[in-house]
């Protein structure tokens, strides 16, 4: 059974970071594309940044370019999302998701229905 297990959530203040991890411990890791998405309270599920399988290329939503960067570590299995200059806005619960992509340079879609596997995620919160 895959899992995804996110950490590394929590409160804190405008203008602090956070670095968010996803553990696919049961996942050939290096065969997917990893993505994070995150969801605030009574809105949709929206797409943040997405990292390809080989080069490292990655794709990022508006509202977190340069702010934000996504890494993988495939000798881990693990995936990780760094959160500088956090906003109020960037508040909700950050899921990773992964689906399988022959293509070593797709970084795969922005639409949640597209990816195949997903954590249960991990709440952030900032306050001002």
């Known amino acids: 059974q895959v899992q995804l297990v996110e950490s590394g959530g929590g409160s804190v203040q405008v203008g602090d970071s956070l670095r968010l991890s996803c553990v696919a411990p049961t996942l050939t890791f290096n065969n997917y594309v990893i993505s994070w998405f995150r969801q605030a309270p009574g809105k949709e599920r929206e797409f943040v940044a997405s990292?390809?399988?080989?080069?490292?290329?990655?794709k990022y939503a508006a509202s977190v370019e340069g702010r934000f960067t996504i890494s993988r570590d495939n000798s881990k299995n693990t995936a990780y999302l760094q959160m500088n200059s956090l906003k109020s806005e960037d508040t909700g619960v950050y899921f990773c998701?992964?689906?399988?992509?022959?293509?070593?340079?797709?970084?795969?879609?922005?639409?949640?229905?597209?990816?195949?596997?997903w954590g249960q995620g991990t709440q952030v919160t900032v306050s001002s």
């Open positions: 998701a992964a689906v399988f992509q022959s293509s070593l340079r797709s970084s795969g879609s922005r639409e949640p229905s597209s990816w195949r596997y």
């Open positions: 990292i390809t399988r080989g080069f490292d290329i990655t």
